[in-house]
């Protein structure tokens, strides 16, 4: 009884681990996307770009820069 109570615990413990991380994850990638809009807006280009387009520039370099790095490196170590 002991030891179930103690799988069930442990896997509490790790979804709300893996929930923060998500959850740190979004707000990292949207006060990133919030400063390009702020940084974008701030060229005086001829209209200014609203907070979807910050979010859509940052996705755009995590997914072309990071995730080909990411498994690169992956592939490598295999």
């Known amino acids: 009884m002991l030891d179930r109570m103690k799988k069930i615990l442990h896997h509490c413990i790790n979804g709300l681990a893996i ?3 998500v959850i ?3 707000a990292y990638v949207c006060v990133n996307g919030i400063i390009v809009t ?3 807006n701030n060229f005086r280009l001829d ?5 979807e387009t910050g979010l859509g520039i940052v996705m755009l370099v995590f997914f072309l820069g990071w ?4 498994f690169l490196v992956k592939y ?3």
């Open 19 to 21: 929930l923060l991380l």
């Open 24 to 26: 740190t994850s979004i």
């Open 38 to 40: 702020a940084v974008i």
């Open 47 to 51: 209209t200014y770009v609203g907070v």
């Open 67 to 70: 995730t080909p790095a990411y």
């Open 76 to 78: 490598a170590r295999r």
